[in-house]
């Protein structure tokens, strides 16, 4: 049976888990610098309003953080569960990033996270901030070799045939974790990141700001959100365009298809489509919002440049590869309608993430909670989705438009699936983890809304002596 199928259900299996696990890592990588940069803010000023803020957005961070750890074990045991001949073909690359993400970079993350959770009241003031700026840089450099070999499923380089042909083995380390992908790809996921931690501060605060609760405290965090939010748009919006240009270069079918450009075009016809209805492949196109010359632009930075589509690509992967292309039957092109509005629905959304922070400025401009309408309260608490989906949709897109390759010129995802495994066995263990996870979100959210709808402990009463009038050794330091 059709929905018995091991690729199939292998497929299924690893882009939920994958997906569900990513809605954790943005987060940790955004909040753990949030945090870092919050109790630097306390460090410096003796404030205890940042002290606040620092351990309410820090509890966040760890309910978050113990649970991205969780659901990333899972992906290790599908690599020898039902992708066996992929990690056959790859292990000998893919060992060396992911030893260092493991054995450098998320130790240095979790033996610090640990230090600054316990420290406290054991560490000095300077050294306790240190160790929260450690975990930051750590989970950071995780990200980067993960995405490093990632990037060699995108674009292989650093490595040679073995002789029996059957796996690809590593001669240029560094020529791997300095792939032109990789570098294009970590600014973009680490600014992407930042957009969606800033959605959620945004979203807490403004939950908070509109019941009049810790207003002094959510309005500094509310305005540091909305202008990260403006800023890692930026960052996003200019990496991505460095992204774009790489993409063409070592993958042009995945550019056609984000376009569903089945001939190449130079010029002001080679178009961007904000909009278009046709059929689900794209070979009939019944209406068309075009800007002329932008895909030009976007895949070569000049108008007048020509872009490659579909049907000549595949004439040229066809000649180049004639034995995947019998396995395909002659086309190397993705699933059409995902990649197409993969491309926009991420565009889309983190457009109006940014909006909503441009419209939060505009609002808070003069600082009076009576100055902002409820409508907008609620926009903004329930903004938070928007970079999230966002991201997750840009995943799809560098996952699917990479497709049929599993590995980009070397090996079809078709031919990296464990050979033995029956489908009956794929789908129990896909039934098995979607209970799982399903139990974990609602155990994730739950605490997260628990501690958003808590927030942070309240500042001094009237008797109290301001926060300002203390010194760093005299506010309390216990976070728990």
Same mark, same amino acid.
């Given at each position: 049976m059709e929905w018995l199928d091991p690729l199939l259900l292998a497929r299924w299996q690893f882009g939920l888990t994958t997906l569900y696990h990513f809605l954790f890592v943005p987060l940790t990588l955004g909040m753990s610098f949030t945090v870092a940069i919050f109790q630097t803010a306390w460090f410096r000023t003796a404030n205890v309003a940042w002290l606040h803020l620092t351990r309410f957005f820090g509890r966040i961070f760890l309910i978050n953080f113990a649970m991205g750890v969780v659901t990333g074990i899972v992906q290790e045991f599908q690599f020898g569960m039902n992708w066996s001949d992929y990690s056959r073909f790859v292990g000998d690359v893919f060992g060396a990033p992911l030893a260092f993400e493991g054995l450098m970079a998320f130790f240095f993350e979790a033996t610090f996270i640990g230090l600054w959770i316990f420290g406290w009241d054991r560490l000095s003031k300077g050294l306790h901030l240190a160790t929260i700026w450690i975990a930051a840089i750590g989970a950071t450099l995780s990200a980067y070799f993960i995405i490093a070999a990632n990037a060699f499923m995108q674009n292989p380089v650093g490595y040679q045939m073995a002789?029996?042909?059957?796996?690809?083995?590593?001669?240029?380390?560094?020529?791997?974790?300095?792939?032109?992908?990789?570098?294009?790809?970590?600014? +973009?996921?680490?600014?992407?990141?930042?957009?969606?931690?800033?959605?959620?501060?945004?979203?807490?605060?403004?939950?908070?700001?509109?019941?009049?609760?810790?207003?002094?405290?959510?309005?500094?965090?509310?305005?540091?959100?909305?202008?990260?939010?403006?800023?890692?748009?930026?960052?996003?919006?200019?990496?991505?365009?460095?992204?774009?240009?790489v993409m063409v270069k070592t993958q042009p079918m995945k550019m056609a298809a984000a376009e569903a450009m089945f001939d190449s075009a130079c010029g002001a016809d080679a178009s961007f489509s904000i909009f278009?209805?046709?059929?689900?492949?794209?070979?009939?196109?019944?209406?068309?919002?075009?800007?002329?010359?932008?895909?030009?632009?976007?895949?070569? +930075?000049?108008?007048?440049?020509?872009?490659?589509?579909?049907?000549?690509?595949?004439?040229?992967?066809?000649?180049?590869?004639?034995?995947?292309?019998?396995?395909?039957?002659?086309?190397?092109?993705?699933?059409?309608?995902?990649?197409?509005?993969?491309?926009?629905?991420?565009?889309?959304?983190?457009?109006?993430?940014?909006?909503?922070?441009?419209?939060?400025?505009?609002?808070?401009?003069?600082?009076?909670?009576?100055?902002?309408?409820?409508?907008?309260?609620?926009?903004?608490?329930?903004?938070?989705?928007?970079?999230?989906?966002?991201?997750?949709?840009?995943?799809?897109?560098?996952?699917?438009?990479?497709?049929?390759?599993?590995?980009?010129?070397?090996?079809?995802?078709?031919?990296?699936?464990?050979?033995?495994?029956?489908?009956?066995?794929?789908?129990?263990?896909?039934?098995?983890?979607?209970?799982?996870?399903?139990t974990l979100a609602i155990v994730e959210i739950g605490l997260i809304v628990k501690t958003a709808r808590k927030g942070p402990d309240p500042l001094p009463g009237p008797d109290d002596p301001h926060p300002s009038a203390l010194s760093v050794e005299d506010t309390p330091t216990t976070v728990y």
């Open positions: 002789a029996d042909g059957r796996r690809a083995e590593m001669t240029d380390f560094v020529g791997v974790i300095t792939n032109p992908v990789a570098l294009a790809a970590f600014p +973009h996921t680490i600014f992407a990141s930042w957009m969606f931690t800033a959605g959620v501060i945004i979203s807490v605060s403004a939950w908070q700001l509109a019941r009049g609760r810790n207003v002094e405290m959510m309005r500094s965090s509310l305005r540091f959100g909305l202008w990260a939010m403006i800023i890692a748009f930026a960052g996003t919006f200019f990496s991505g365009d460095q992204l774009s240009l278009t209805l046709g059929t689900p492949d794209g070979t009939s196109e019944l209406f068309s919002i075009r800007i002329p010359y932008l895909l030009a632009f976007l895949s070569h +930075h000049d108008f007048s440049a020509c872009v490659e589509g579909i049907n000549d690509l595949n004439a040229e992967f066809s000649a180049r590869w004639p034995e995947q292309a019998a396995q395909v039957d002659g086309s190397f092109a993705p699933v059409l309608w995902i990649t197409y509005w993969a491309f926009r629905w991420m565009i889309g959304l983190g457009g109006l993430a940014v909006l909503v922070a441009v419209a939060g400025l505009w609002f808070t401009r003069k600082g009076a909670k009576s100055d902002v309408p409820a409508w907008a309260w609620r926009l903004a608490a329930w903004s938070f989705p928007l970079s999230l989906l966002a991201i997750l949709v840009g995943w799809i897109f560098t996952e699917m438009g990479r497709q049929p390759w599993i590995v980009f010129s070397l090996l079809l995802t078709q031919n990296g699936v464990s050979p033995t495994v029956p489908g009956w066995t794929v789908l129990i263990s896909l039934v098995a983890f979607t209970a799982i996870y399903a």
